[in-house]
Every structure is written in structure tokens, then in C-alpha cells.
């Protein structure tokens, strides 16, 4: 569903609205990791982009635009759900359902100049955190596991292993 924003005339999608208010949010309040769909819905309300008379933002804010919930029938990546109801901005490398492969952040095109810095602003604070220089950049403990069983099958085929594991079965 799109919103006309009366000062500009300029069509705006609800997935757009919803990634702004949350990156406002997120520049707002640096301390914070996430936010409840509440704070975000209230945000955008502040800003101008919730529709008083329908529920498509928080929609968006729920589902639409969650990388880790199922796509239905939204597919963006714009957020991630960190638990139960809270919300923060999608960064690369979250985990994603299949069938998530729509847009992480709006393109500029679409949305008012004045929110272009915010654009700038998550591609710093990306780069920033691939290359290690934000405070979350610790591996994911799973796949730290990754490649750790190997040892287990060095000195023998598979099949062997199983076999001598199987000896004096009955």
C-alpha cells in the first residue's frame, strides 16, 4: 500500500515507512540493539506514516519486512526479529527464511531526500560491523562449529568408522 507524504506529493510504500522509523530509532537511541513493534509503529506515527485507519504499517512492522519470519506474502528484509515482538534493522549475515529475497533498505528513489542520510548512515554502520569494528561482530557460536568433527574420520573411511563402531552387535 503506498501513502502520499503532503509535503513532497510523494508516493511512499509501507515497507519503506516502516525501515525509516526503525532506523530512526536505531540513530536515536545508539545504546539500544532492538525495539518493540510498539516503539517502531509509534515512531512512525511521530513521523507521519502510519494511516490512522489501517493496520498496514504495523503489518509490515510484524511480518512484512522480518527476514526470520515466513514470507506472507512480503518478502523484504528491511528488519530482524531478535525475540518475541522486538524488532531492530537487518544486517548482513541474519539468518533468513527461504523466499526472503526482497529489499533490505528502500532505494532512494523511492523516498523523501531527507531521509537519503539515513541511507548513508546504515551503509557506514554496516561496513562497520563487517569489518569488525562494531561491538556485535562475534561469530555465531554454531557455525564456529563448523568443520570441528573432521578429526573423527582421519584415519578411516566412514563406512570403516560405522563398522569397528558396530563390532559384537547382535
Known amino acids: 500500500m503506498t501513502m502520499v507524504i503532503a509535503e513532497t506529493e510523494k508516493k511512499f510504500l509501507a515497507a519503506d515507512r516502516v ?14 540493539e ?4 510498539s516503539e517502531i509503529i509509534a515512531r512512525g506515527r511521530r513521523a507521519g506514516f502510519v494511516e490512522e485507519k489501517s ?8 511480518q512484512h519486512c522480518v527476514a526470520n519470519r515466513r514470507p506472507n ?10 525475540r518475541k515482538g522486538r524488532r531492530r ?11 526472503r529475497t526482497g529489499r533490505v ?5 523511492d523516498i523523501p531526500s531527507k531521509y537519503h542520510s539515513l541511507l548513508a548512515w546504515y ?12 561491538k556485535d ?34
Not at 551503509?123 to 562494531?134: D, Q
Not at 557455525?143 to 563390532?167: I, M, N
Request: with cysteine; net charge positive.
Open 73 to 82: 506474502p512480503g518478502n523484504h528484509r528491511m528488519l530482524f526479529e531478535t
Open 89 to 99: 534493522l537487518y544486517r548482513e549475515g541474519d539468518a533468513c527464511c527461504p523466499g
Open 123 to 134: 551503509r557506514k554502520r554496516s561496513n562497520a560491523r563487517s569489518s569488525g569494528g562494531g
Open 137 to 170: 561482530t562475534q561469530p555465531d557460536p554454531l557455525l564456529a562449529l563448523k568443520g570441528s568433527g573432521r578429526q573423527l574420520w582421519k584415519d578411516e573411511h566412514a563406512d570403516e568408522y560405522v563398522r569397528r563402531l558396530r563390532e559384537g552387535w547382535e
Open 105 to 109: 533498505t528502500p532505494r532512494p528513489e
Open 19 to 32: 525501515w525509516i522509523a526503525t532506523a530512526l530509532l536505531h540513530k536515536e537511541n545508539p545504546g539500544r
Open 34 to 37: 532492538d525495539f518493540t513493534e
Open 55 to 62: 493496520n498496514t504499517f504495523s503489518v509490515h512492522t510484524n
